[in-house]
């Protein structure tokens, strides 16, 4: 994966990733299916049942003889969204453990970004991860499992849509699992995901794991079929759903006001608002108020800007700075998801084609960074450094030598990682080359040294959308959210010394 030998040996020394394995059939009695608990296609069920029975202590090895006699990457990446899909559910929170589901996609973008080699250690990871989950399933909420959905109550589209918009507007659960399904047998993925790019960015509650699901779980279908889409809808409809209290629709609640609010003002962009010019100026205005304002403010400020001449691009290169800047100012796990959450909205911005939605999608995760920013307030220990302040060091040695050095650093300073990072990114030659040896090298150190879902989705998110941020902004990006990678020093995670084991 990169260039250096000395790179090769100390970030990349992972050996052959082969593994070694036996695999026990499965009984007749084992393969029979509970009526009354979702069906999955019948292509992919085997293997879904294959890791639910699996104990933990023998699922890599297991599942890695099916690799080796035929079963294909798609099948093994559905089979991992779709267990975690049946058998964990997303409550109290769309979060915790329900990361077995979420961690899917940023598991998957880890994969295809990196070189043969590596390529399934970030899945068997996401393997291993699903049986923690599991069992946390069944301790915290009794072995929940979705539940079969009577084929008779299967709407015609356009009912499905009709009575799909009516129960999430009004929070019925039941009418919006019947619909999600009937939407699934009868409806395409772009309609039925342009509904839910809304309702994921509806509320605050979860702290953006409703927007991070929406978006994940697109971009795993997209990847493994639609045919697999009706337990995923329905198991998202029932996350977005979540809240706390009495019906949200029926009070003033502060996770939903932003949203109800941007309906409003969203309609004040002017039509032609995916124009205009690209105004470092309007970037450090919305820097600004991001910083102190409330969420009103920033999307006040936002509008404004935008209808002063501002490009779209302007307001995100401004989000997505200062989402990198709380974590340098609190590397810990509310600013972790605000750039985490931008990822996900900044996805669904792109991708959907509902202009209104798209309006919604900007405003909205301007409207969370003030929300992130108190979260993080209520927690202390908030440092007063920024962003735009960053000094850059200039490294010492070759591109090689400079990867290494930020990477050893960055567990015992991690602010003189930061500016070596500035620095090293600012040298314009061959900066294109360079900007992919680091990004490379933080991805195998996840990959060795990663321990948690979250290292998994904040370094897809930032490494993803280093590229999305306009070039006079990208490196300040990517040096204040070196703050929550991995560091070099540290000792492998046990899937690395296991898959050692099994080699041996």
Known sequence: MLQSGAIAGTLLGMG????????????????????????????IEPLVRLIEQTPRAQLMEVVAERIKKGTSYREVLAALLLVGVKNVEPRPSVGHKFHAVLVVNSAHLASISSP?????????????????????????????????LDDSKILPHAKARAQFIEAMETWDEEKADVAAASLARTGGANEI????????????????????????????LGCIGWQHAEPVLRSLTYALLMH?????????????????????IAAKLRDDWTTGKLD???TLAMIETLRSGSNDDACDQAVQLINGGAHPQAIWDAIHVVA????????????????????????????CGDDQTRRLLLLQNAAFLPMFRGG?????????????????????GDATQAVEDIFAQLGSDPTSAARLTLGYLQDEENHAAKAKQLIDAARVLIFRKGTNAHD???????????????????NTYLASNIFLLRDSQRADNQLVSRIEAALA
């Open 116 to 148: 043969d080699e590596h390529r399934w250690l970030p899945i068997f990871w996401a393997l291993d991860h699903y049986k923690s989950a599991a069992q946390r399933d069944v301790e915290e909420r009794g072995d929940w499992t979705m539940s079969a």
């Open 16 to 43: 052959d990733l082969g593994l070694l394995s036996q695999l026990r059939p499965v009984s007749a009695e084992e393969a029979r299916l509970d009526p009354n608990v979702v069906r999955l296609d019948s292509s």
């Open 244 to 264: 706390e209290g009495s019906n949200p629709a029926k009070r003033d609640d502060e996770a939903d006001r932003p949203f109800r609010r941007n309906e409003e």
């Open 376 to 396: 993080m307030n209520g927690r202390g220990n908030v440092k007063q450094t920024l962003a735009t302040n960053l000094e850059a060091t200039k490294p010492e």
């Open 456 to 474: 998994y989705k904040f370094s897809s998110a930032i490494l993803e959308d280093y590229y999305h941020v306009s070039p006079q902004w990208r």
């Open 324 to 351: 990198g800047e709380m974590v340098m100012q609190q590397p810990a796990i509310v600013p972790l998801h605000s750039v985490t959450t931008t990822n996900a909205l900044r996805y669904a911005y792109e991708t």
């Open 193 to 220: 995901y342009r509904l839910l790019f809304k309702y994921g960015s509806r509320d605050y509650r979860s702290i953006g794991h409703k927007a991070i699901y929406v978006a994940n779980s697109y971009r795993t």
């Open 280 to 282: 470092p100026g309007a």
